[in-house]
């Protein structure tokens, strides 16, 4: 019983850090759309964006 509980809590570790991951992901994804649109910084030209990425 006690292996199985054990079990269960790396079980709920790993799902946790798997749903920040995931989280993190997310916000670099959304961070790299604001930077081609340009809007990260107030820059109005995306281009310079995408070439210093």
């Known amino acids: 019983m006690f292996e ?3 079990h269960e809590a790396r079980a709920t ?3 946790r ?3 920040e991951r995931r989280l ?3 916000a670099a994804k ?3 759309k604001a930077r081609k ?3 990260v910084h107030g820059r ?3 281009r ?3 070439k210093a990425a």
Do not use: M
């Open 4 to 6: 199985y509980e054990l």
């Open 13 to 15: 570790e790993l799902h």
């Open 17 to 19: 850090q798997a749903a």
């Open 24 to 26: 993190a992901r997310e």
């Open 30 to 32: 959304a961070d790299k």
């Open 37 to 39: 649109s340009g809007r």
């Open 44 to 46: 109005s030209h995306g």
């Open 48 to 50: 310079q964006w995408v």
